[in-house]
């Protein structure tokens, strides 16, 4: 089975904080995803990344970065959280190959206070 | 531009009956379409996908259906089950997945 872990599950941070979300694959696969889930808003793409050391922006990119260093690890940085960033974040991983489902990870709810 | 639409926030069913969610896209580029299922506190849980040259896909209790020239796909579950509550999200994708807002599940035993 596809493994995706996310670093933590909830996580507080305050206003200004340079905060890391961190994720790993063990399915070796290529393509790593950020997305934030709010109400009523779904699942937004924040970066995509289809390689190490790739990345592209998805829909909302503003006031994030990603690191991806290794191929099964990808990383996401607010550089300086502010409230209107608490929300879900929701990693996911597929391979390459056209027509792949995405697996997801189980989530970190972040809060910025 | 909401490329993907899920115009139901919420659906109530009876255990036993048909369940059917309804997807509307507006991007002719999406080549592929998937439905993933998610429980509070929980990843979404890739369910079934169609490719756009298909019309048609089943996998158990899940089928999906697609009409490309109505850029709509729909998702029954025959039959519904109070496990299958959940939010359920439709996606189109071309080279990067866009997703619909989700519509809530609720099957009633």
């Known amino acids: 089975d596809v493994k995706v872990t996310q670093s933590s599950r909830y996580l507080v941070k305050r206003t200004g904080e340079k905060v890391f979300l961190e994720c790993v694959q063990d399915?070796?696969?290529?393509?790593m995803f950020w997305y934030r889930q709010d109400p009523g808003l779904g699942l937004r793409l924040i970066y995509f990344?289809?390689?190490?050391?790739?990345?592209e922006k998805g829909d909302i990119p503003e006031g994030y970065s990603v690191s991806r260093e290794k191929k099964e690890r990808f990383s996401l940085i607010l550089e300086s959280a502010s409230t209107n960033q608490t929300s879900m974040y929701l990693c996911?991983?597929?391979?390459?190959?056209?027509?792949?489902?995405?697996?997801f990870g189980d989530g970190t709810r972040l809060s910025i206070l | 531009d909401q490329q993907v639409k899920q115009n139901s926030p919420s659906l109530s069913v009876q255990e036993g009956r048909i369940s059917i969610l309804n997807c509307d896209y507006t991007?002719?580029?999406?080549?592929?379409f998937l439905w993933y299922k998610k429980y509070p506190a929980e990843g979404p849980t890739f369910l079934i996908s169609?490719?756009?040259?298909?019309d048609k896909n089943e996998d158990g209790r899940f089928t999906v259906f697609l009409n490309k020239s109505a850029k709509h796909l729909s998702l029954h579950i025959v039959p519904s089950q109070p496990g299958d509550s959940a939010v359920y999200f439709c996606?189109?994708?071309?080279?990067?997945?866009?997703f619909g807002k989700g519509t809530l599940l609720t099957v009633n035993p």
């Open positions: 996911a991983s597929s391979f390459v190959t056209e027509n792949q489902p995405q697996h």
């Open positions: 399915m070796d696969h290529e393509n």
């Open positions: 990344s289809y390689d190490v050391k790739m990345k």
């Open positions: 991007n002719s580029m999406f080549d592929y």
């Open positions: 169609i490719s756009s040259i298909k």
């Open positions: 996606g189109g994708s071309n080279y990067k997945l866009t």
